[in-house]
């Protein structure tokens, strides 16, 4: 088949076992056995100690994502700690990115829109890996990672917050394609993050906690991408600590980054497609309708700002944070929940 975005995936070079390198150059996504018993209570014990999150309408929180720099550092080492032995096992010439914890909390408002994670690094050059580990056992019912496989490839190598996806009118269509992934607690989901996912909302009582964790190739540098309305893509370098030390994912995540610089600029040739050309390009690449998904929520995700429920004002610009800075807690104005990231990344109300 010719790519209608004219580019290939290169192939994953991180993986000590060539199969799965294989696998995952091919399907996008392997499910394999990855953590003992005691490295599941190590985690499970990192996230007792540092949240207590509620929301009667359920949602999504993402560490990461915090304005509480201090906490965001110190969540990624504590976890990167557990997790090192394991990753050392599995890969070669790698760099571990980030780790965070991803929660869906029980509720209507936890479903989490059809998407691709944002560039990270060089695509043309290198491939990134996530891994997607649940604490629990993952069906359905508690909000279960849904995928494309071998959709990796498909759409464009340069994506941002600061414009829409490529396949985003064809939302509907791609639903119908999509497959939720169950695991036992100790299984891990291993996918190329530019397969098009979602995940389902929890219908259960108690939290859905997991983790996940970003694979480099350890050459590669860390990019983000930008494009003004009209204008060309801007790719800047950022460090390989960006997701740990840039402050304000929530509050301007539209804006220009303050960080960084534009190592290249490229023309802006991934055209929009109907749902109509996104449905025909899913088919024409071989890939069956699964029809498996329930209707989507009836309300958009609610995305929780922080692991204490107590909402943060805007951080000082970058160029002010210290490397290890540990900022008192500040309470938006008026209380309000600052959660635009992903609502202004896919249009909907958060």
């Known amino acids: ?22 696998t995952l150059h091919h399907e996008g996504i392997t499910v394999q056995p990855f953590l003992s018993p005691d490295q599941i209570q190590a985690l499970k014990d990192i996230y007792h100690r540092y949240h207590s999150l509620s929301d009667d309408n359920g949602g999504m929180f993402y560490s990461v994502y915090s304005q509480d720099l201090a906490y965001r550092q110190q969540v990624d080492a504590e976890i990167r700690a557990v997790l090192q032995p ?20 029980p509720g209507k408002a936890s479903e989490f829109a059809i998407h691709q994670d ?32 071998r959709t990796q490839g498909l759409f464009s190598p340069y994506r941002g917050i600061s ?12 639903r119908d394609f999509l497959e939720p992934v169950s695991l036992k607690t100790g299984e891990a989901i291993l996918f190329d993050p530019r397969i098009l996912h979602n995940s389902l909302p929890n219908s259960t009582d108690a939290p859905r906690i997991a983790l996940i964790c970003g694979i480099f190739p350890e050459e590669a540098d860390f990019n983000i991408c930008f494009k003004e309305p009209d204008g060309e893509i801007d790719v800047y ?20 980054p303050v960080a960084g610089e534009i190592v ?41 700002s922080e692991p204490d429920n107590v909402d943060r004002a805007p951080l000082v610009p970058y160029e002010e944070v210290e490397a290890d800075p540990t900022p008192e807690p500040v309470l938006a104005e008026g209380g309000e929940r600052k959660g635009g990231f992903w609502s202004r990344l896919f249009g909907r109300k958060a």
């Open 264 to 304: 290249r600029q490229v023309p802006d040739k991934y055209p929009s497609l109907s749902g109509e050309e996104v449905e025909k390009l899913l088919l024409d690449s071989g890939l069956e309708k699964r029809n498996l998904l329930p209707p989507v929520s009836e309300l958009n995700c609610n995305m929780i």
């Open 163 to 174: 414009w829409p996806f490529p396949f985003q009118r064809g939302n509907n269509q791609i």
């Open 237 to 256: 370098r950022q460090d390989d600590d960006f997701l740990l030390k840039y402050p304000n994912f929530l509050h301007h995540c539209h804006d220009r």
């Open 1 to 22: 088949m010719v790519h209608p975005y004219n580019w290939q995936p290169v192939r994953h070079s991180v993986f000590q076992d060539e199969a799965h390198a294989e």
């Open 118 to 149: 944002t560039t990270a690094l060089d695509e043309t050059r290198f491939s990134p890996l996530s891994i997607w580990i649940p604490l629990q056992d993952i069906t359905e019912a508690n909000g279960a990672l849904c995928v494309v496989p």
């Open 86 to 105: 394991v990753l050392d096992s599995w890969f070669k010439g790698y760099k571990n990115v980030i780790n965070s914890f991803v929660v869906k909390l």
